[in-house]
């Protein structure tokens, strides 16, 4: 959207919360947003909507965006919190942008974390915006509700709002690169694609199930384990903090689902049962904000099987808690998300990864007081046996 790009190439800043629930269209057509409010610059706007054709402005656009829509944004999340908040870069991606994550401490001692990352598939929108939403419901949250207080000091969260981030500005570029799924680096000798899928790329059963050796494959899993840099950048950073960090939450769409390790069919996490079900009361968690249905299992018995995924590279690492939200939609629209559906998809989703924070959060720091086996017994039975029939690859 060209309009859209010039709009963002020209700086126009917006509050926190604003920009990600705003798509172009909505800007254009001024309708009535509740996500609006720290809009600002409206008759600039408007002005930059008539003078819209300025050479160039599509061809830098898309880097622009991102540096609108989330380095700006991180840049001014750390200067509105100074005391809670700071930015960490830790990565380069291949084409030399950086990798930040945002950190939230606030002083506990005991120094336990909760990880969780978005966009590291490109084309998955919603995820970057949800990561965007998370952050600021952590901030918004804390001073007044002693729950929250209380998890946020005693863990610090990380949270990267863009893994892939050259993917992800690549898929800004115009409607041919927007489904782009992989990171942007050569393919091997002789091979003219580009891209690995870096949910491919951890070293966990890399490269044997849920994959393709052909480079142009969008589920090409790269020349070696952990061969990309952003995926090299994730496992230094929580490999360094594997016994710090309970919860590895990593963000996608779309397929309403909650994935729990592992990928591979002959591979079960240890703590499995107890993984079904904190993701089975966070499916129903989710289903009380706006009634929709989140169906939880492993990857090989609700979606597909697969291989190098970060989430088991977590869980092998130690990490008991690791989870891949496949966020809205069910593939009505897929990728292409609808703006009205951003801020209620963001609302559930924070909602479940909410109910296993908590979870996570209680069970190291809060004594014992009974059993929750009971629980347990009543919420098997309503999850659904459901199979995510489409071949898409989320
Ligand atoms: C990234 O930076 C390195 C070191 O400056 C340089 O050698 C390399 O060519 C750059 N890569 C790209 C894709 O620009
Ligand atoms: C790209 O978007 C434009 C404007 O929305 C539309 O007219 C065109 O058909 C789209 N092209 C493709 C390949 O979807
Ligand atoms: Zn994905």
């Known amino acids: 959207d060209i309009f859209c790009?010039?709009?963002f190439s020209n700086g126009i800043s917006f509050s926190v919360d604003s920009v990600f629930f705003l798509s172009c269209?909505?800007?254009?057509?001024?309708?009535?947003?509740?996500?609006?409010?720290?809009?600002?610059?409206?008759?600039?706007?408007?002005?930059?909507?008539?003078?819209?054709?300025?050479?160039n402005s599509h061809k830098t656009g898309n880097r622009l965006v991102y540096q609108n829509l989330i380095t700006n944004w991180m840049d001014q999340i750390v200067k509105e919190n100074p005391d809670v908040v700071t930015k960490v870069d830790y990565g380069k991606t291949y084409e030399n942008r950086t990798i930040s994550l945002l950190k939230s401490?606030?002083?506990?001692?005991?120094?336990?974390?909760?990880?969780?990352?978005?966009g590291i598939h490109a084309r998955e929108w919603i995820a970057p915006a949800f990561c965007q939403y998370f952050i600021n419901q952590l901030l918004q949250t804390y001073k007044?509700?002693?729950?929250?207080?209380?998890?946020?000091?005693?863990?610090?969260?990380?949270?990267?709002p863009v893994l892939n981030v050259d993917g992800y500005i690549y898929s800004w570029t115009d409607n041919s690169t927007r489904l782009w799924r992989k990171n942007r680096t050569p393919g091997p000798e002789g091979c003219e694609c580009l891209g690995t899928d870096l949910n491919r790329n951890f070293y966990a059963n890399w490269g044997t199930v849920g994959i393709s050796f052909d480079c142009c494959s969008n589920i090409y899993p790269g020349k070696s384990a952990v061969s990309e840099p952003e995926a090299q950048a994730v496992t230094n950073f929580v490999g360094k903090r594997a016994d710090e960090i309970l919860c590895f939450l990593t963000i996608h769409s779309y397929g309403q689902l909650l994935l729990i390790p592992y990928g591979h069919p002959n591979v079960i996490a240890p703590n499995e049962n107890e993984l079904m079900e904190v993701g089975l009361a966070a499916a129903e968690a989710i289903k009380k904000v706006?009634?929709?249905?989140?169906?939880?299992g492993t990857s090989p018995d609700v979606l597909?099987?697969?291989?190098?995924?970060?989430?088991d590279w977590a869980r092998l690492q130690g990490i008991p808690f690791a989870f891949t939200f496949e966020l809205r939609d069910d593939g009505t629209y897929g990728f292409k998300l609808p703006e009205d559906q951003i801020q209620p998809a963001c609302e559930e989703a924070y909602s479940g990864a909410l109910h296993i924070i908590t979870h996570v959060h209680d069970k190291e720091f809060i004594k014992p007081t009974g059993t929750a086996a009971t629980v347990a017994a009543t919420l098997w039975t309503t999850m659904m046996a459901v199979f995510v029939t489409s071949t898409v690859i989320v």
């Open 5 to 7: 790009i010039y709009l």
């Open 144 to 160: 007044t509700d002693p729950k929250m207080e209380q998890m946020m000091k005693n863990m610090d969260f990380y949270v990267t």
């Open 304 to 311: 597909y099987a697969n291989s190098g995924s970060s989430r």
């Open 105 to 118: 401490e606030r002083g506990g001692s005991s120094k336990k974390a909760i990880w969780m990352d978005c």
């Open 25 to 55: 269209e909505t800007i254009r057509t001024n309708k009535s947003l509740p996500g609006l409010r720290g809009l600002r610059n409206v008759e600039n706007i408007q002005y930059l909507s008539k003078t819209s054709k300025s050479r």
């Open 290 to 296: 706006h009634g929709k249905q989140y169906t939880v």
